[in-house]
Every structure is written in structure tokens, then in C-alpha cells.
């Protein structure tokens, strides 16, 4: 989308406002269905987290994507938006096994990420096939927050303890029919991927009755012009021909699994945003937005960079800024930018918000969340509304005092 349309549609749904161009999406879903085209059997779930509006769950759906869920609520939201339960996966980490049970009542394909977790749920229910999550030990992903592969890490059963599995299923008789690893998010280096594809077929030596492997995701995108992301193409073609090699030498029908997010959706959202003040100090030109790290979080919390331009004055000398939020807190989008001059009411536009931003916003110092819209195939469509005082108050029971 141009500036112009951009503004329009500010001028349109007000601001802050969340943007998404589902025909990136669309793109972004064949370009990786391409890459991996000689696996026979493939299926790309989409990562709900990192954006679970009903209707860019909609547009993956009509693509004939699967979906990756974390919470039984990402499991309904998948339903509601007209998924098969045959293309949900519930790949949760540490809950209760009665979340577990939920899944499975609706027909949904659940993963197991830990000893006690395949022991109990084992026990209760040996009939239900299930997959593993494997932690394969490999350090990846672009920060240490967002790396889950490691041997520090919270997630998945650690290759040393597959004798373990093994044990508690020949016990209880659980039938293994998948395979699941993911070990970060923001991974350029085929390297990584590469690596811990190997550990993880080694993996699937251990069990005959494997139907899928589950890579996980965590392919980086380009968050600026010339950055650095990862060449899906080519790890497309390496990967597969790994993967279908492997498949010829064990025997093996394999279905092959991704279940991405960032490459989805992050480059086909952004956030516009109002300034609300120029603020000249002795050092520092700070640019005060509608917005803060209540509805986009990844600059302070993971120190992200989300590239930011004036589409108010897009032309106008650069200058240099720091961009910050309205909330009680430091909450700077962008230090020491140069953006083209700023002056109070321009609209700024923050770009790659479309993954795990709104998804990851907050009512915090009682703001609202932004409006979402969404545009596909050139008409604009109000998405979710703009919160309101009453959705404020919705859940708090006021007592007489
Ligand atoms: N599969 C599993 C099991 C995951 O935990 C995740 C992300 C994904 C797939 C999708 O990964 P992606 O393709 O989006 O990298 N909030 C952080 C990212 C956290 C990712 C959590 N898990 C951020 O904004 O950078």
C-alpha cells in the first residue's frame, strides 16, 4: 500500500490503527509453499499467535493452511474461522492436562512436551495418537528471549531424556504419530535449521509409527530494506531434498510441517500512528505518538527494530528523532532515527506490525486498543473496532463500597 492510501485510511478508521495487506500474506503463504514443492506431503500451519484476528485466520484458511494453536482459546478461534479440526495443532507448553483433554474432545492433533505431561496424559488415554515435542539442544533465534531450543530452556523433552519417553510409551501404549521441534524465532542461519533437522530425524529413527514431522518455524524477516532474512528459497530446496532423502533411505511416508507466523503475516501489517508533540530537548528531538508500548511491545521488550517513516511528509529533509510512546514508562519506538521532517498531527507509520503486535497489546494505563483493518484486494475492511470506556469496565464488577 502507498502513503496516500495509508492516510486514507487513517482519515477513514481514525488512529492508532492497525493495517494489514492480505494479499502479502497470500504471497508470503505461496512463496513457501513453493520453496518446499518436491515434499510430497506438506503442510504449512499458521503460527495464531502472532496475529489471531478471525479474519486473517479466514484469508490462511481459504489458502488451505493449517493452523499452529497454543491455547484451547487459539483452538476455538481456528474453529471459528472455519478450520477442519484435522488442520488444527495444539502445540501448548506447560498446561493443565484437562486443557489437553479439551483439545482432544474437539478432534484437534495435540503435542506433548513433557515427561510428566506423556505420563499422565498416557495413562488416561492411551487411544489418542499424539506427537512430542523434541527440544533438540540448538541455540537459535535472534535473542535470548525468543531462543526456546536451547538446553535451558523451558520447552519441549530434551533429547537426553528420549530413552524416558520411550519408556513411559511402551508403558501406556501411546501411539507416536508426530514429531515437533522449534527452536526460536528471528533465525537466519540455515545453519540452525539444519542442524537441528538432523536431530530431530534422528529422532523419528526412534518410533515406526511417525506419519509428520513438525520443523517449527522461526524464519527471520527482512525488517528494514536490505536486511538480513532468511533465504526460504534456498533452504526450501536443502531442507526438502534432506527430508525426502531421509524418507527414500528409512521407508518412510512423512508428512513435513511448518507452522510459521513472522513470515506470514509480520510484513503485511503496520501501525500508523499520530504525533502528538514535537519535544525539542537539549539533546534529544523526541516525537510523542498515540501509542506506546501498550500496543506494540516488541521495540522494548525484545529491543526490535521496526522500521519507522512519516507518511505525512515522506519527501520532507530527513531528520534525526527519537519516536515515543504516551504510556508512563520509557517506552521509545525508534532512537536516533532519521525520518523526513516531523511536524505535530503527521501520521508515522511503523512497519512489520503485522505479527505478534496487536496480539501481544494491552489495556495498560487504561488506553484502548487500536481499530484493525484490513485490506485485500484493494477494498478496506474495518476489522475490529476501536475499544471504548465501556469495554474497559466490561469485566470489572463494581461493588458497593
Ligand atoms: N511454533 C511454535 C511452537 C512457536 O512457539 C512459535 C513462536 C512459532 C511456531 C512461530 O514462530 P515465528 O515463525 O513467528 O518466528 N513475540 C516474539 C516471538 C515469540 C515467538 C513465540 N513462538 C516476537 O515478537 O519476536
Redesign the pocket.
Known amino acids: 500500500m502507498d502513503n496516500q492510501q495509508l492516510l486514507a485510511l487513517t482519515e477513514k478508521y481514525g488512529s492508532p490503527l492497525y493495517v494489514y495487506d492480505a494479499n502479502i500474506i497470500e504471497s508470503q503463504y505461496h512463496r513457501m509453499v513453493n520453496a518446499f514443492s518436491s515434499v510430497k506431503s506438506l503442510n504449512i500451519n499458521y503460527?495464531v499467535?502472532?496475529n489471531s484476528n478471525i479474519n486473517i485466520l479466514k484469508v490462511l484458511k481459504n489458502l488451505d493452511a493449517g493452523v499452529?494453536c497454543?491455547s484451547i482459546q487459539e483452538v476455538l478461534l481456528a474453529i471459528e474461522a472455519g478450520f477442519e479440526v484435522n488442520k488444527i495443532f495444539f502445540?501448548p507448553s506447560g498446561i493443565s492436562i484437562e486443557e489437553m483433554e479439551k483439545a482432544t474432545a474437539l478432534g484437534v492433533q495435540i503435542t506433548l512436551d513433557s515427561l510428566s505431561v506423556t505420563q499422565k496424559f498416557g495413562e488416561k488415554h492411551p487411544n489418542i495418537p499424539i506427537c512430542l515435542r523434541i527440544n533438540p539442544h540448538v541455540m537459535a533465534g535472534g535473542n535470548h528471549k525468543?531462543s526456546?531450543g536451547h538446553i535451558d530452556s523451558k520447552f519441549g523433552i530434551s533429547i537426553h531424556q528420549i530413552e524416558d519417553v520411550k519408556k513411559i510409551i511402551s508403558e501406556t501404549g501411546l501411539k507416536v504419530i508426530g514429531i515437533h521441534m522449534?527452536t526460536g524465532?528471528?533465525i537466519y542461519n540455515i545453519e540452525a535449521f539444519l542442524t537441528a533437522t538432523e536431530i530431530l530425524l534422528n529422532t523419528v529413527k526412534e518410533f515406526d509409527t511417525i506419519e509428520f514431522v513438525d520443523f517449527?518455524?522461526?524464519?527471520k524477516v527482512p525488517y528494514k530494506e536490505g536486511d538480513i532474512e532468511t533465504n526460504i528459497e534456498e533452504m526450501g530446496e536443502t531442507l526438502s531434498k534432506r527430508f525426502n532423502d531421509f524418507c527414500t533411505e528409512y521407508g518412510r511416508d512423512l508428512t513435513l510441517i511448518f507452522?510459521?507466523?513472522?513470515?506470514l503475516v509480520s510484513a503485511a501489517g503496520c501501525l500508523l500512528v499520530k504525533v502528538n508533540v514535537v519535544k525539542p530537548t537539549p539533546n534529544i528531538v523526541f516525537i510523542g505518538v498515540d501509542s506506546g508500548l501498550n500496543h506494540l511491545l516488541?521495540p522494548m521488550m525484545?529491543d526490535?527494530y521496526h522500521h519507522i517513516t512519516n507518511i505525512s511528509n515522506p519527501e520532507g529533509k530527513e531528520k534525526i528523532y527519537d519516536i515515543v510512546g504516551y504510556i508512563c514508562e520509557n517506552d521509545t519506538f525508534g532512537s536516533n532515527r532519521s525520518i523526513s521532517k516531523i511536524s505535530e498531527n503527521d501520521i508515522l507509520c511503523i512497519h512489520n506490525a503485522g505479527?505478534?503486535s496487536f496480539s501481544?497489546a494491552s489495556n495498560y494505563n487504561s488506553r484502548y486498543r487500536p481499530a484493525e483493518v484490513m485490506v485485500y484486494n484493494g477494498e478496506d475492511y474495518l476489522i475490529r473496532k476501536r475499544e471504548t470506556f465501556e469495554d474497559l469496565l466490561k469485566n470489572q464488577v463494581i461493588i458497593d463500597l
Open positions: 503460527a499467535k502472532a499452529d497454543v502445540t525468543i526456546v522449534h524465532s528471528d517449527g518455524s522461526g524464519f507452522e510459521p507466523g513472522k513470515f516488541r525484545y526490535s505479527a505478534y501481544m
